[in-house]
């Protein structure tokens, strides 16, 4: 099994903070780029978030100034820290691996849901 595994969704009010995780049974450090993506209901998935082998960070308008995504190497994982959480954020939430250009593998998501 080479496919990433997302955890950490779950249920927070508007302004509350989630960290979502996101592990391989690779060394996750060793793709080119990981990213987090979502998909609300009735919509596209929508890029959210990357960082690349060497550090670099991206992010989507949607997430600037507001999620930070940061590495671990010795837990093999990939954060995704959210704060300052909107009813919009309401998704499934994928992290995806990418390796040698092409070599594309997608997680099973984790659901995220932002209520009053």
């Known amino acids: 099994q080479v496919q990433p595994v997302e955890s950490g969704g779950g249920l927070v009010q508007p302004g509350g903070s989630l960290r979502l995780s996101c592990t391989s049974p690779?060394?996750?450090?060793?793709?080119?780029?990981v990213g987090w993506h979502r998909q609300a209901p009735g919509s596209r998935r929508e890029f959210v978030a990357s960082?690349?082998?060497?550090?670099?960070?991206d992010y989507q308008d949607i997430a600037a100034g507001r999620f930070i995504v940061s590495r671990d190497r010795v837990m093999n994982t990939v954060y995704l820290q959210m704060n300052r959480l909107k009813h919009e954020d309401t998704a499934v939430y994928y992290c995806?691996?990418?390796?040698?250009?092409?070599?594309?593998?997608w997680g099973q998501g984790t659901q995220v849901t932002a209520y009053s």
């Open positions: 690779r060394d996750i450090f060793s793709a080119d780029t």
């Open positions: 995806n691996t990418v390796s040698g250009g092409s070599q594309t593998y």
């Open positions: 960082v690349t082998k060497s550090g670099n960070t």
